[in-house]
């Protein structure tokens, strides 16, 4: 049984940084796909990067890009989200999802290509 676990995640004020990780156990596969997402209470769950195993292709939403990076350890099993110049409107809970299934890049933003998930983790940005 494949289990995530998120690193804690924190307050951080505008225009900061934050990294976040997360570990896959119970299972180890270099092929590895990872993403992150993020939900604020009562709305969806939103797309915030991926990184599609194999290739190591990687995709961002346009809020997101240019602000964050997401990068692999595909000996540890890990992902992590670096994220830059953060927002209030980052604020959120953020999970890390995974699946060894194959899919197209097209399909690296959506929830259902995903199998497993860490456990959320609160990201605050605030002054």
């Known amino acids: 049984q494949v289990q995530l676990v998120q690193s804690a995640g924190g307050l951080v004020q505008p225009g900061g940084s934050l990294t976040l990780s997360c570990a896959a156990s119970?299972?180890?596969?270099?092929?590895?796909?990872w993403a992150w997402f993020r939900q604020v209470s009562g709305k969806e769950r939103e797309f915030v990067a991926a990184i599609r195993g194999g290739d190591g292709n990687k995709r961002y939403p346009d809020s997101m890009r240019g602000r964050s990076t997401i990068s692999r350890d595909v000996v540890k099993n890990t992902v992590t989200l670096q994220m830059n110049n953060l927002r209030p409107e980052d604020s959120a809970v953020y999970y890390c999802?995974?699946?060894?299934?194959?899919?197209?890049?097209?399909?690296?933003?959506?929830?259902?290509?995903?199998?497993?998930w860490g456990q959320g983790t609160q990201v605050s940005v605030s002054s």
């Open positions: 999802a995974a699946t060894t299934r194959n899919y197209n890049f097209g399909s690296m933003n959506r929830q259902e290509v995903y199998d497993y």
């Open positions: 119970g299972g180890a596969s270099s092929r590895y796909s």
